[in-house]
């Protein structure tokens, strides 16, 4: 067993492991249709678990991101969890890009994985853009 407190899951800490720069990692809610080719982290156990935030700071901790991309929808249907995105990748300093949600959907065919929460709050979706330690 690892000795830490973030990932456990042995299939996203691979992943995390494996991501380069530019490679892109979609955490998820329960609704994101995933396309086929994009391997798929599952971890949805019932609605709200684990939540979307939680999975995104889980992520967040272990990998170096230097773009998101977020559908523009959110900020009409979910401005509270916006709230929360910004108040986590802004320190970061990691620019947020707005793209309709047609578009964000056909961005994640190019994802190098896709990681779902259990989350059901509207717009609930991050493509994260890798960056490098150096």
């Not at 709200?48 to 999975?55: E, I, K, N, R």
């Not at 773009?67 to 929808?73: I, K, L, N, R, W």
């Amino acid at each position: 067993m690892r000795k830490n407190s973030s990932t456990l899951n042995g299939q996203l800490s691979r992943i995390i492991s494996e991501t380069g720069h530019t490679d892109l990692i979609v955490v998820t809610d329960a609704g994101l249709p995933i396309p086929l080719g994009v391997e798929r982290v599952d971890l949805a156990v019932r609605p709200g678990l684990p939540s979307f935030l939680d999975l995104l700071d889980t992520v967040l901790d272990e990998m170096v991101v230097e773009g998101a991309t977020v559908s523009e929808e959110i900020r009409e249907h979910s401005p509270q969890l916006l709230d929360q995105l910004e108040a986590r990748l802004i320190p970061l300093g990691v620019t947020i890009e707005f793209v309709p949600h047609v578009e964000f959907k056909a961005a994640t065919h190019g994802a190098r994985a896709a990681v779902r929460s259990g989350e059901f709050t509207a717009y609930a979706n991050v493509i994260l853009h890798a960056g490098v330690a150096y």
